[in-house]
């Protein structure tokens, strides 16, 4: 049995005239974290979007779980196993941490054709649960989501991606808006997931944060991906070389 959690093969989005993404070949393999990095504009989001069905491609081909995926929409992605925390958050305003957690997969008391009660209590008990394994501190989980700082909505966001049994985890730059303290939360979660052997895709700038956490690092480039490197051979310098067309693809034409 193959060791690829997820592949994609000539990945490419273009947006009328843009070409957001080109040609992206990228491997992931089973338990391996992974960080995506590039300067702004390099076609990071775009790659995630494209993976998670947030946008349907342009061209190329994604395999997951040892199959190939046309996911219809993030639902469908979600459904088949991966997680995904956007730059902006996907949680609903009004509703309760509980609620927020279990977003689309709400567990229910009974359901009856049209007649359904939610398990509340469940929800809040397994949120609880979930926040304590992520070590997230929220003050108050029935407040609505509304009345939470930005770094205590992402934290919520990040929980609900590490609680539930995902066979891949993506997260597009999960710390930017975060406190020190909250980003070192979100980093510990990163490490849970990683000792549980749940793969991921970070999308990060942070170069300290992406040499700390990950495997291996891959550099996108005006939409295409210049270098993937071992986190071990290679350094800060080499990785902005790459993020800069010092090295890399088109790196001759540029500095001749
Ligand atoms: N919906 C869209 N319509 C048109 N162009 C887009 C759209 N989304 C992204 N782009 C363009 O595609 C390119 C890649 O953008 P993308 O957001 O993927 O970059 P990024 O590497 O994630 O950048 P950042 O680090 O700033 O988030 C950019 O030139 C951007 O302007």
Known sequence: ???IILETRGLTKRYGGVHALEDANFVLRKGEHIAVVGDNGAGKS??????????????????FDGREVNFSGPLEARESGIETVFQTLALAD????????FLGRELFKFRLGPFSV????????????ALKTTAVKIPNVDN?????SGGQRQCVSIARTAAFASKLVIMDEPTAALG???TAQVENIIRGLKERGVPLILVSHNLRQVFDLVDRIVVFRRGRIVASLNKDETDGNDIVSYITGVKGIGAEASHA
Do not use: C, Y
């Open 180 to 182: 020190v303290q909250e």
């Open 1 to 3: 049995m193959s060791d």
């Open 94 to 101: 009004d509703l309760d941490v509980p609620s927020n957690l």
């Open 118 to 129: 939610l398990d509340r209590k469940t929800m809040r008990e397994r949120t609880l649960e």
């Open 144 to 148: 609505p989501i509304r009345n939470m």
């Open 46 to 63: 775009t790659f995630v979007r494209q993976i998670t069905a947030v946008e349907q491609k342009s061209g190329g081909q994604v395999f």
